[in-house]
């Protein structure tokens, strides 16, 4: 239990350089939330939210798309039915050209039998996504 907290308090510290990077465009205070996330992720390897926020901001506000699949893909190999995982895998794969892939990725989260909070941009993307690929 104390490993858990003492992850936490890292992952928050982490997500408050996050906030401020956001807040100020500043990519040095992305890259210092990495570090802190990673090391929240060394701490208690069983963190998974840790290890999702990681690949969260490597895509989005850093652009390496390769280490967040990777994060993704970790992920759902623990649990293939992380909907978190599989959204942000298959935003990860639309943006990088992989529409089949990407496709199936949305089919399996809305598959997923609870809502899911972002159920309603899955359904419009892979619509989207049947509409050029059946192109």
Known sequence: MLRFIWAYLVYTWGGLHRYFG???????????????????????????????????????????SEEALADFNWLLEDDPAYGPALFGRALVLQENGRYQQALNDLDA???????????????????????????
Do not use: C, G
């Open 109 to 135: 989260y809305l598959a997923l039998p609870a809502p899911e909070p972002y159920w309603n941009e899955a359904r419009r993307t892979a619509a989207l996504l049947r509409e050029l690929l059946a192109e």
């Open 22 to 64: 956001n807040m100020n465009n500043l990519r040095s205070e992305h890259e210092t939330a990495v570090r802190y996330f990673n090391r929240a992720y060394e701490i208690d390897p069983t963190f998974r939210r840790v290890r999702l926020e990681r690949a969260t901001l490597l895509w989005r506000e850093l652009s390496r």
